[in-house]
């Protein structure tokens, strides 16, 4: 059974920097594809990002709201994705959910609790 | 990128009724559609992936289909287990779009 856990949520200042981490379990990781998408409070869900899997080239596309200020890694060998955001916003606030990405010929099939980032000042 | 427009955004209906959620792009694309349920509180689950494929261990009763432009998401007799909120997600090519959300309510 695949299992994510999602860590390293908490609060940030407007303008601040936070890295949220996602350990995987149960899968090959460094086939998965990965992604993170996010719900603010009382509010939809949005797609934030995803990355490839190494042998796919291991790039990372991002939603247009985070674009140049949210970067997705991986490190396969401890099984781990990172989400780091920097130049937060208030908006930002929100439920981040780290999920598997494409695995053909689906996506989302696995997905963590979810961790709270608050942006405040 | 690929807008999804969904409706309706509530929706409340009986035990047994037939439920259908519809899932509007804002350009065709190549069927690759997702359906999530979303209980308060709770992670997303998938239940339908390439707009018409049930995943396993998802109730019979959920069925999906359409393509280019338009997607639905047919509950044919509703259970009172099913409340919660429903989501499509377009994942053709690099970028994944979300719908708004239906929030159903069994009565």
């Known amino acids: 059974e695949v299992q994510l856990v999602e860590s390293g949520g908490g609060w940030a200042e407007p303008g601040g920097s936070l890295t949220i981490s996602c350990a995987a379990s149960g899968l090959i990781f460094s086939n998965a594809w990965m992604g993170w998408v996010r719900q603010a409070p009382g509010k939809g869900l949005e797609w934030v990002g995803r990355i490839k899997s190494t042998n796919h080239g291991g790039t990372s596309d991002y939603a247009d709201p985070v674009r140049g200020r949210f970067s997705i890694s991986r490190d396969d060998s401890k099984n781990l994705m990172y989400l780091q955001m920097n130049s937060l916003k208030p908006e930002d606030t929100a439920v981040y959910y780290c999920?598997?990405?494409?695995?053909?010929?689906?996506?989302?099939?696995?997905w963590g609790q979810g961790t709270l980032v608050t942006v405040s000042s | 990128d690929i807008q999804m427009t969904q409706s309706p955004s509530t929706l409340s209906a009986s035990v047994g009724d037939r439920v259908t959620i519809t899932c509007r792009a804002s350009?065709?694309?190549?069927?690759?559609l997702a359906w999530y349920q979303q209980k308060p509180g709770k992670a997303p689950k998938l239940l339908i992936h390439?707009?018409?494929g049930l995943e396993n261990g998802v109730p019979p009763r959920f069925s999906g289909s359409g393509s280019e432009t338009e997607f639905t998401l047919t509950i044919s007799s509703l259970q009172p287990d099913d409340s919660g909120t429903y989501y499509c997600q377009q994942y053709d090519g690099n970028s994944r779009t979300f719908g708004q959300g239906t929030k159903v309510e069994v009565k």
């Open positions: 390439k707009a018409s």
């Open positions: 350009q065709s694309f190549n069927n690759w």
């Open positions: 999920s598997t990405d494409w695995s053909y010929p689906r996506v989302g099939a696995s």
